[in-house]
């Protein structure tokens, strides 16, 4: 069934992409990942749930696998579910059902302003970078810079193939279900907004020229978003990621911008974030299994879908 009361479902070739940009962008909880061009480097093909009075979309990112439909979560893509140019969080279920109507098999992430009743609530921190920057950093743990004042570390540009080059060689063996494909398709979606002035690439090193810390951080009309980062050996003894954040929260404060930490769900990571004294900003992680009873003795959401 492709339609439930007011709701569509689109498939990839009949969106148009103009038309959902500027939806996403006249949304009052727009957030990047939602950009057509977002949608089309990390999950290709993507389809869509969108409302009659086009108010309320969806990207709804479905793949196929043994003759099921499943939709799951694109890599560096921490939030999407309902965009709404007005709130209307009454639809909201409706969309989920939706959903679930055309993939039987759910693992998405919906956006903090999706206030569901079902899933489950996972960390995300933002921080106000309007305020000037004196008056941001009293409220940094005091501990949070011990170690890079002593290393007198240098903050300097970067370039996207120095972080991604970085990430795969200290972050990728750890992370799961990640696959080089889906880097090499992050790294050509950055070269497109760098070229349109929306990536920010920066790196932390040492007086010996060392490079210890990187970030990549992506950026909107409301938004900069901590999206990828790496730091060597060397950079964590020397706290090289925390003296990298504070100084991209230096550079750019007192603009009307959120800095988007993306959080995490790992205690340690956490910790480290809440020393900024960020705003918790949840969003809600929602899995469904409508499979029949065939098919879930077969399988289950975390065997099946898999990158």
Request: proline content about 4%.
């Amino acid at each position: 069934m492709n339609r439930i009361r007011n709701i569509r479902f689109i498939q990839n070739r009949d969106i148009d992409k103009a038309q959902w940009d500027a939806r996403i962008a006249a949304s009052s909880n727009r957030l990047i990942y939602a950009e057509s061009v977002y949608l089309d480097h990390m999950c290709p093909g993507w389809s869509a749930l969108i409302a009659e009075d086009e108010e309320s979309l969806m990207p709804l990112p479905v793949k196929s696998k043994l003759g099921i439909n499943y939709a799951f979560q694109p890599p560096f893509t921490q939030q999407l579910g309902v965009f709404q140019i007005k709130n209307n969080t009454g639809s909201l279920h409706e969309f989920v059902e939706m959903a679930t109507r055309n993939a039987p098999l759910i693992d998405l992430n919906f956006n903090y302003a999706n206030d569901l009743l079902i899933g489950k609530k996972c960390c995300n921190y933002i921080l106000d970078l309007s305020k000037p920057f004196d008056d941001l950093k009293k409220k940094f743990r005091k501990d949070l810079f011990t170690k890079a004042e002593s290393h007198r570390l240098i903050y300097d540009n970067a370039h996207i193939d120095e972080a991604i080059t970085s990430y795969i060689k200290e972050i990728f063996p750890r992370v799961k279900r990640l696959s080089l494909q889906a880097v090499n398709n992050f790294r050509s979606l950055c070269c497109y907004y760098e070229n349109n002035g929306r990536i920010i690439c920066r790196k932390i090193i040492s007086r010996q020229n060392e490079n210890l810390a990187f970030g990549l951080f992506l950026k909107d009309q409301n938004r900069i978003y901590g999206i990828l980062s790496a730091t060597s050996i060397k950079g964590r003894q020397a706290g090289a990621n925390a003296y990298l954040l504070h100084e991209v929260i230096r550079e750019y404060s007192g603009n009307q911008l959120i800095f988007d930490f993306e959080g995490s769900e790992i205690p340690g990571i956490k910790f480290y974030f809440e020393k900024f004294s960020p705003e918790p900003q949840p969003y809600t992680r929602v899995r469904i299994n409508q499979l029949n009873l065939l098919q879930k003795s077969i399988y289950s959401i975390r065997e099946f879908i898999r990158k």
